[in-house]
């Protein structure tokens, strides 16, 4: 069988890997390599072994497919060349600049019937997927986002560049429409918000906070799930999963006796702890991440079969981003059912 032929258009720090991984997988060829800078393009050609090409257009009828990885902004400018020749894509996060364009882009996809894959990679995190089973009804979502200014993403802000990872994964979570959004945000280095906090209700009653900066010493990616006799927490860096779920009723008469007998306050409750709660840490099998993403990618062209993140599904977190940059600019409460 043919090999897929695929290329990437931007061969910056995330480009670069994308262009790694298509090399080592066996079921495509990596044709070229597009980039404005002639340089980085050619040293990412040597070292895959493909062609190296200053303007992506010329890698349009080589390809069947190509991953777009240029800013935020030129991305539905290159997204839409490829798919309008009836090529697919996997767009990296965020898919588009704004919402129009999204939907734009996903009108694209159907008129022309080509796969449209969205880059949000924490979907296929070792832990994430691994977590997913533990997942039934969620009743309170805490994420964490935290990391040090990397000069990389200046055109957009946090919500764009690092919170809409935690959104994509909270609404793959949460089956129930979002009823009631607040949020607020601070611009400290760059032109866009640098730090910001979202709050999300959903018509279930579950509530996500959503944490987001990238003017942090410290980095810190973390999300924890509240649901019915079961707490899940959740560590995207170190990919490390702990499920606690409740075992047995609090009783005050136990807790006396176990303050009776153990050495100090601190050991009784731990103790008490113990009974109430089993902690189990659930053991992870680490695979690259972006490894798994471009295999999907890859697969889905290959099956016919809608991508694990869709372009219908990266429009719905982009609908929610929008209305959390609406509430942070307004400085006012957004009802997307209204």
């Given at each position: 069988m043919a090999k897929l032929k695929v290329g990437v258009v931007g061969v910056g720090h995330l480009g670069k890997v994308h262009a790694r991984v298509y090399s080592e997988l066996d079921t495509v060829q990596l044709v070229a390599v597009a980039d404005i800078d002639q340089e980085e393009a050619q040293a990412a050609a040597d070292k895959y072994g493909c062609e190296a090409l200053s303007d992506y257009r010329d890698m349009i009828d080589k390809v069947d497919g190509a991953s777009v990885v240029v800013p935020t902004d030129l991305h539905f400018q290159v997204a839409s060349d490829f798919i309008r020749a009836g090529k697919h894509v996997i767009v990296e996060k965020p898919m588009t600049l704004t919402l129009k364009e999204a939907e734009d882009l996903v009108a694209l996809t159907r008129q022309n019937n080509v796969i449209m894959q969205v880059g949000h990679v924490e979907r296929f995190n070792p832990a994430v997927v691994a977590v997913r089973e533990h997942i039934q009804v969620?009743?309170?979502?805490?994420?964490?986002?935290?990391?040090?200014?990397?000069?990389?993403?200046?055109?957009?802000?946090?919500?764009?560049?690092?919170?809409?990872?935690?959104?994509?994964?909270?609404?793959?979570?949460?089956?129930?429409?979002?009823?009631?959004?607040?949020?607020?945000?601070?611009?400290?280095?760059?032109?866009?918000?640098?730090?910001?906090?979202?709050?999300?209700?959903?018509?279930?009653?579950?509530?996500?906070?959503?944490?987001?900066?990238?003017?942090?010493?410290?980095?810190?990616?973390?999300?924890?799930?509240?649901?019915?006799?079961?707490?899940?927490?959740?560590?995207?860096?170190?990919?490390?999963?702990?499920?606690f779920k409740k075992t047995g009723q609090f009783d005050p008469k136990v807790l006396l006796e176990f303050k009776q007998n153990a050495p100090s306050v601190k050991d009784a409750q731990e103790m008490m702890f113990a009974k109430l709660l089993t902690i189990r840490e659930i053991d992870i099998v680490f695979e690259e991440p972006l490894k798994k993403e471009l295999e999907s990618f890859v697969q889905s062209i290959e099956s016919g079969t809608e991508p694990v993140v869709s372009g219908e599904l990266g429009l719905k977190t982009m609908q929610i981003v929008t209305h959390i940059l609406d509430a942070i600019r307004t400085h006012k409460r957004i009802y997307p059912g209204e």
């Open positions: 969620p009743r309170f979502i805490e994420c964490d986002r935290i990391s040090a200014f990397s000069f990389r993403s200046m055109d957009v802000g946090v919500v764009l560049d690092m919170m809409i990872h935690d959104i994509d994964i909270v609404l793959a979570f949460v089956d129930s429409p979002v009823e009631e959004i607040d949020a607020m945000a601070v611009s400290v280095v760059g032109r866009h918000e640098d730090m910001a906090n979202a709050r999300i209700r959903f018509k279930n009653g579950c509530i996500a906070n959503l944490r987001a900066s990238r003017v942090s010493r410290k980095t810190m990616r973390k999300i924890r799930i509240f649901q019915e006799d079961t707490y899940v927490s959740l560590n995207y860096g170190t990919h490390k999963v702990q499920v």
